[in-house]
């Protein structure tokens, strides 16, 4: 079964650090460019994170550049995105997505065919 499953959100303070991972099942996540989009209530998909496939090359929005990190584990089919010095403004459903070949703005969640169902980061004091 072709699938993508987020893990690792949860409640924290500001400045603490938290890391999701998302778990490939019925494909090669190595084979594909990967991203991580989040959520907030009321708010457009706003793309955070996407490593190129079979790279290391990497790509963040303006707004967790300096504070997130986007990796995989090609043995654990799994891509994992660091959260550091978070914030109230990082409070969202944080979703890992795969990019379809070809596309040309990683950060548009149009151009993503396959969706994990999410997992939830509150940071909250």
């Known amino acids: 079964q072709v699938q993508l499953v987020e893990s690792g959100g949860g409640l924290v303070q500001p400045g603490d650090s938290l890391r999701l991972t998302c778990t490939a099942s019925g494909f090669s996540s190595n084979d594909y460019d990967m991203g ?36 995989r584990d ?21 979703y890992c997505a795969r990019r379809r070949p070809g596309s040309s703005n990683w950060a548009n969640y149009a151009e993503y065919d396959l969706w994990g169902q999410g997992t939830q980061v509150t940071v909250s004091s």
């Open 74 to 94: 090609v043995s654990k089919n799994v891509v994992f995105l660091q959260m550091n010095s978070l914030t109230p403004d990082d409070t969202a459903v944080y």
């Open 36 to 71: 991580w989009f989040r959520q907030a209530p009321g708010k457009e998909r706003e793309g955070v994170a996407m490593i190129i496939r079979r790279t290391i090359t990497r790509y963040y929005g303006d707004s967790v550049d300096g504070r997130f990190t986007i990796r």
